[in-house]
C-alpha cells in the first residue's frame, strides 16, 4: 500500500516541496547574488586603485632638519628615474645684517656660470634683479639674526628635467620672506619670483644649499622630492 509523505521542515527548505517555496533556493540564489555584487566592487576598487597610482605624485627622496647651525645642505646620489625635483626650504641665518642670500650648486660645480632673474613685490612697490656668472642660482635672501623673533623665508624651488644632457639646466623659485624688525613693520614682507640657470648639459646628481654669509639656524628644514 503507498503512502503519501509529509512534506515540512527541514526538507520543504531543501527540495521542490508540493506545499510550499523552496527556501534553500532561494537563499543559494541569494548568495549567489551577493557574491556576484561584491565582485563587481572588488573590480571596481581595483580599478580605482591602479587610476591612483598612475597619478603624479611627489616622492620624498631625502629630507633634513637642522638641529645646529651648518652653512650648507647637500642631498647628493639623486636618482635619475624622475622628470622633475622640488625643494622645499623653510630658514633663516645668523649673520649679523637684516637679510641673507641663499643660493643653490648642482653636482658640487662652484664656476661662474650660474645666472639669476628676481620679480620682486614689497608693499606697493615692485622691482627686479639680475645677477650674471655667479658661483651659484641665487634663491632669494633669508632673515639674517636683526629682525625680530619667528622671522623666516620659505621657498618651492622647481627643477625640470634634471637628468638630460642636452640643454643647460633651469630653476625656478618662487619665495617669501619676513625680515621686520619690529612688529608690522612696513615694506618688510616680501613675495619673490626667481629664475636660475646652470650653464652645463650634465644630468643633475645633487643639489647643495648654501648661506650666503654665515650659517642656517638650527630648525631649518629642507626637502628634496621628485615628481614623475
Given at each position: 500500500?503507498?503512502?503519501?509523505?509529509?512534506?515540512?521542515?527541514?526538507?520543504?527548505?531543501?527540495?521542490?516541496?508540493?506545499?510550499?517555496?523552496?527556501?534553500?533556493?532561494?537563499?543559494?540564489?541569494?548568495?549567489?547574488?551577493?557574491?556576484?555584487?561584491?565582485?563587481?566592487?572588488?573590480?571596481t576598487l581595483q580599478s580605482d586603485v591602479t587610476a591612483l597610482q598612475n597619478v603624479p605624485h611627489l616622492t620624498r627622496l631625502d629630507e633634513t632638519t637642522l638641529g645646529g647651525t651648518a652653512s650648507s645642505v647637500t642631498f647628493g646620489s639623486i636618482p635619475a628615474t624622475y622628470r622633475a625635483l622640488q625643494l622645499s626650504v623653510i630658514c633663516r641665518g645668523d649673520d649679523a645684517a637684516q637679510f641673507v642670500d641663499?643660493?643653490?650648486?648642482?653636482?658640487?660645480?662652484?664656476?661662474?656660470?650660474?645666472?639669476?632673474?628676481?620679480?620682486?613685490?614689497?608693499?606697493?612697490?615692485?622691482?627686479?634683479?639680475?645677477?650674471?656668472?655667479?658661483?651659484?642660482?641665487?634663491?632669494?635672501?633669508?632673515?639674517?639674526?636683526?629682525?625680530?623673533?619667528?622671522?623666516?623665508?620659505?621657498?618651492?624651488?622647481?627643477?625640470?628635467?634634471?637628468?638630460?644632457?642636452?640643454?643647460?639646466?633651469?630653476?625656478?623659485?618662487?619665495?617669501?620672506?619676513?625680515?621686520?624688525?619690529?612688529?608690522?613693520q612696513a615694506g618688510q614682507q616680501h613675495s619673490k619670483h626667481w629664475a636660475g640657470r646652470w650653464r652645463s648639459t650634465a644630468a643633475i646628481s645633487s643639489v647643495t644649499i648654501l648661506a650666503g654669509a654665515g650659517d642656517f639656524i638650527a630648525g631649518s628644514s629642507f626637502v628634496l622630492y621628485g615628481l614623475p
Open positions: 500500500m503507498a503512502t503519501t509523505p509529509i512534506y515540512g521542515w527541514p526538507y520543504q527548505s531543501l527540495t521542490d516541496a508540493p506545499n510550499g517555496a523552496d527556501l534553500g533556493e532561494d537563499l543559494a540564489l541569494g548568495i549567489e547574488a551577493t557574491v556576484a555584487t561584491l565582485a563587481g566592487l572588488v573590480t641663499c643660493r643653490l650648486r648642482f653636482n658640487n660645480d662652484s664656476s661662474a656660470n650660474y645666472d639669476s632673474e628676481q620679480v620682486t613685490g614689497a608693499a606697493a612697490v615692485a622691482a627686479a634683479f639680475e645677477g650674471l656668472s655667479e658661483t651659484g642660482i641665487n634663491l632669494g635672501e633669508m632673515p639674517g639674526s636683526t629682525p625680530i623673533a619667528g622671522s623666516v623665508s620659505a621657498r618651492t624651488v622647481f627643477i625640470p628635467f634634471y637628468a638630460g644632457t642636452t640643454f643647460w639646466k633651469l630653476a625656478t623659485t618662487s619665495h617669501n620672506l619676513s625680515s621686520q624688525t619690529s612688529g608690522g
